[in-house]
């Protein structure tokens, strides 16, 4: 596959001739292409659909490994959420809380504002911002527990003027996860339900005797729930088909290795399909990181995962100059992007894609997934070419306002009854020509 190669991750060189077809099996993602799991999708979703609370239940019992009765052992109560907030060791609450005050400013600044102005003739347009009624909101509860993932999905809701949030969270084996729940507490989420998979989609999507149903579901899962929400979109609103987590470090030589091994293993952990690609033009700086691979590898509590992470879509990239590795960030489209290297912010005019970009040596990924204030739901699998990462826009819409003045909608008509016309839409024109005062 190339020039050098480990056990533990591929090395890449951009002179190889057969390089880009290696990089596109590398990069080549499709997280919802399996028509075993769309078909078994599908039938949960109908399921829910028809009957409501009793398929959630059977579901939920079956994949979660649980013997709950009815909906209301899913459902916890806003003092519940409290009690685990109040039960943290202060050391956890106050990170917690001051993750989600960063967020919370962050976000603030991204409020767009509704808009009019007025023409010669009178003629009034704008447009009007209104948040959505009801936001659903999924917490991944597999392999790992993710309290961040509460704040940077509800946290955005409510600062857009969402009125109810609405949490799913699995729960295998019945187990709760303080900090998730102390998570939604701070957030002011409105109702938690520890559902997750297919299940949890359609109860959001299609509405159940005790779960609200709501206008769009935002949130990462696994396969099941990244087919599901792409299967109920156009019934609810989405965020964006998430794939397996991905970070690209590139580096101009002069950052400690350990602290690039450390990033790359950051994004590695997550699971077995994360991807974690280093890129620098210093054939000895790549030797190094490889090293420190090696070396810290089984140092770390979630190894096996990190290895086959690495091994299955992890490489080492050697590039000819900062021109090529700019390149391949705009090639890769990469979820997140360090930029480990002197001056980041002369490289930032030609970053076109990537969901977000940490700049400089110690800026390291992880301080975005937990509290920089940044959201850390990000495009992945290169559709950082045509889409942005989750933020209060995305709990908001827009409605066109336009108030024709007697003298604008003459005008107007005049131009609309041409064109109606010419599309052979006569009563459009006709209803235009009615407000003609000539």
Known sequence: MSDKSTATIARLSTVDGAFHQHLDALLDWEGVSDKAVQARVEEILADVKRRGDSAVVEATNRFDRLSVESMEQLCLSPEQLKMAFDGLPAEQRNALSAAAERIKRYHERQKPSSWQYEEADGTVLGQKVTPLDRAGIYVPGGKAAYPSSVLMNAIPAHVAGVREIVMVVPTPDGVLNDLVLAAAHLAGVDYVFTIGGAQAVAALAYGTESIPRVDKIVGPGNIYVATAKRAVFGQVGIDMIAGPSEIMVVSDGQTDPDWLAMDLFSQAEHDEDAQAIFVSWKADHLDAVEASIERLLPTLEREDIARASLQRRGALILCQDQAEAIELVNRIAPEHLELSV?????????????????????????????????????????????????????????????????????ELGKIASVLARGESLTAHARSAEYRIND
């Not at 940490?358 to 290169?382: I, K, Q, W």
Request: charge should be negative; aromatic fraction near 8%; glycine fraction near 12%.
């Open 342 to 410: 002197e001056t980041p912010g002369d490289w930032l005019d030609d970053v076109r894609h990537a969901g977000a970009i940490f700049m400089g040596r110690h800026t390291s990924e992880a301080l975005g997934d937990y509290c920089a204030g940044p959201n850390h739901v990000l495009p992945t699998s290169g559709t950082a070419r045509f889409s942005s990462p989750l933020g209060v826009y995305d709990f908001q819409k827009r409605s066109s306002i336009i108030h024709c003045s007697p003298d604008g909608a003459s």
